[in-house]
């Protein structure tokens, strides 16, 4: 079981920036594929960025292109998600996964056995 913890949710006005953070204690993420999903009020969960175990492919959502960039430290064992230009949509719950491989449907959370506890984003407008 990998324990996958968030941390970096805020409230922040429309414009402004927040950069999120995923790690899992006591265990290693390098071998991992991981993705970033958010849930809005009343909503589904959505993908919105995943990137490979190396770093070497990143994906993202439409709505997220251009302004969010995902990234990785394997040496500091942790998953970033830095968010640009926020925008009242992006309010959310947003969610760390990972799984052993990032395959072709890295959108898909049924893809990823593990995830956390999500850190709360809330955007002003």
């Known amino acids: 079981q990998v324990a996958l913890v968030e941390s970096g949710g805020r409230l922040v006005e429309a414009g402004g920036s927040l950069t999120l953070s995923c790690t899992a204690p006591?265990?290693?993420?390098?071998?991992?594929?991981m993705g970033w999903f958010r849930q809005a009020p009343g909503m589904q969960r959505e993908f919105v960025s995943a990137i490979t175990w190396s770093g070497g492919s990143t994906f993202y959502a439409d709505s997220v292109k251009g302004r969010f960039t995902i990234s990785r430290d394997n040496a500091k064992n942790t998953l970033y998600l830095q968010m640009n230009n926020l925008k009242p949509e992006d309010t959310a719950v947003y969610y760390c996964?990972?799984?052993?491989?990032?395959?072709?449907?890295?959108?898909?959370?049924?893809?990823?056995?593990?995830w956390g506890q999500g850190t709360q984003v809330t955007v002003s407008s």
């Open positions: 006591g265990q290693t993420l390098r071998v991992f594929g």
């Open positions: 996964a990972a799984d052993h491989g990032l395959g072709n449907y890295y959108w898909d959370e049924d893809e990823y056995k593990y």
